[in-house]
């Protein structure tokens, strides 16, 4: 009997089957309800998860800033870049730690303060660290002893100067310029250049010395990254600064950079024989001793520099750097001094390829007098490019 067949209405989304209308229509709201508050459930974790992820980011982005800040810090105070004071300061600072360990008497103190005092309104070194006739001593030995040396080219006289209270642990740029520096007093080429420089100037006048070969246009780039200052601080200096400061005094001069060894076990052997030439040139005979007309050469590499004074070719072909630490002490090279010296004290300055292997190294060279249009000409140069590169 067809009146009697029951209509069914079947769920598009499960396919039950209902005999209401009403029925279905409350059934596909619940699973309309049920798929909304699972997709909502999603939205939540995923808004939830990516909350979590950025929080992250931000703790690790906040803890990298900190390493970073203190990683800065760190190393503005290794380069003497952290307004910890200067020269001056630590001196004094030294002195007074001295004084309460019993090794400097209270009269001593105040005399050297008054004495340092002196020799910084002035703007000259104080000659307590310096070591004078070091070269002298060297070519009367070579001349009359050993007999392993073939040829040894040494400079013009150069004054050897040690790092003092004030600029231990930073100062050896500074010193090292000094040394150069005493060099050229030595040699009437470089007069009219430092007519304005007869003295030793001390490390706070050479800080600001540098600061006014900033001024006239030299190495703007490096200036920037002493933020332009330099008096005051315990910065470091290195290859440029001592390019900038000579240049801007009309001294000819070029930075030779070896920026990779050329020899086994990161060996040099190319700035051996760069600064045999350099000695050699001009210089060449039969004599075993050559006191030579050239200045001395700034050697700079990671952490440290030095002066070279002469090098030494050996019987059996090797070449043998002599160099002017500032690291050590006067009490030391004065024993170069001794007429009846056997030698020993040498290995003070002797360095051989094997004891150079630093990943890189950089020379200062002078090689003459600038005129102001050439001074001119390497001003605007050393804002581009100031090194050559040895392959």
């Not at 279905?24 to 974790?45: A, C, P, T, Y």
């Not at 006739?133 to 009367?140: F, R």
């Not at 231990?168 to 090292?176: I, T």
């Not at 030698?343 to 390829?353: I, P, R």
């Amino acid at each position: 009997d067809m009146e009697n067949v029951e209509q069914l209405y079947e769920c598009p989304m499960c396919s039950l089957t209902c005999t209401n209308i009403q029925i279905l229509q409350e059934h596909v709201d619940l699973h309309l309800e049920e798929q909304s508050f699972s997709e909502g459930g999603n939205i939540r974790d995923l808004e939830l998860a990516q909350q979590l992820q950025m929080e992250e980011d931000k703790q690790q982005r906040s803890e990298e800033e900190k390493r970073e800040r203190e990683e800065f810090k760190k190393l503005q105070r290794q380069y003497g870049l952290d307004n910890s004071g200067g020269y001056k300061q630590q001196f004094l600072k030294n002195m007074e730690r001295e004084v309460d360990r019993g090794r400097m008497q209270p009269f001593e103190y105040h005399k050297r303060k008054a004495d340092m005092m002196e020799c910084l309104a002035f703007g000259v070194d104080d000659g307590r660290t310096k070591t004078s006739g070091v070269i002298e001593a060297l070519c009367k030995y070579y001349q009359n002893e050993n007999k392993d040396v073939r040829h040894v080219w040494l400079s013009t006289g150069v004054d050897h100067f040690h790092s003092s209270l004030g600029d231990r642990g930073w100062g050896c740029g500074y010193r090292n310029f000094q040394m150069l520096l005493s060099s050229l007093l030595q040699n009437s080429l470089y007069n009219d250049c430092l007519k304005d420089t007869t003295l030793i100037p001390s490390i706070p006048k050479i800080q600001s010395m540098i600061e006014d070969a900033w001024r006239e246009g030299f190495d703007p780039h490096g200036a920037s990254h002493f933020n332009n200052r330099l008096h005051g601080s315990k910065a470091w200096i290195g290859a440029s600064e001592i390019y900038s400061l000579l240049t801007s005094l009309r001294i000819k001069c070029q930075i030779i950079d070896f920026h990779k060894p050329t020899g086994p076990m990161g060996t040099h052997p190319r700035l051996f024989e760069w600064v045999l030439h350099y000695y050699s040139t001009d210089n060449e005979g039969g004599a075993k001793v050559v006191c030579t007309s050239k200045p001395p050469i700034y050697l700079q590499h990671q952490g440290h520099s030095r002066i070279i004074v002469g090098i030494e070719e050996r019987k059996n072909k090797t070449l043998c750097l002599l160099l002017f630490d500032p690291g050590c002490p006067s009490q030391e090279m004065q024993k170069l001094l001794k007429q009846n010296s056997d030698g020993t004290g040498l290995k003070l300055l002797q360095k051989f390829v094997g004891s150079l292997k630093k990943k890189q190294y950089q020379i200062v060279a002078v090689d003459g007098v600038l005129s102001l249009e050439e001074k001119a000409a390497r001003c605007h140069a050393s804002q581009v490019l100031t090194s050559e590169k040895i392959p």
